[in-house]
């Protein structure tokens, strides 16, 4: 059974940082895309990074460029999104998302909270 389990979310004040965690199991990790999103109230969905380390790539959406990195762990089958110069518009619940043999896989989400 493929599983993603987000956590690490919580409280900070802008600037601060936090670094969220998706937990996978069910399939091989380093031969898929993970992929982070996030949703703030009353918007929509929107990508917020993604990689794939069997090719060594990373994808980030311009309003996180320079301020996130995403990393992956192969032996704890475990991608992070480390977070800094945290901004009040980052506020959102974060998920995590894989498309495993074409169907799309969610975790649970993590709510980010910062505060101006």
């Known amino acids: 059974d493929v599983q993603l389990q987000a956590s690490g979310g919580g409280l900070v004040q802008a600037g601060g940082s936090l670094r969220l965690s998706c937990a996978a199991s069910g399939f091989t990790f380093d031969d898929y895309t993970v992929g982070w999103f996030r949703q703030a109230p009353g918007k929509e969905r929107e990508g917020v990074s993604c990689?794939?380390?069997?090719?060594?790539?990373?994808y980030f959406a311009d309003s996180v460029k320079g301020r996130f990195t995403i990393s992956s762990d192969n032996a704890k089958n475990t991608v992070y999104l480390q977070m800094n110069n945290l901004k009040p518009e980052d506020t959102a619940s974060y998920f995590c998302n894989t498309d495993y043999r074409g169907r799309d896989y969610w975790g649970r989400g993590t709510l980010v909270t910062v505060s101006s």
């Open positions: 990689i794939s380390s069997s090719v060594g790539r990373t």
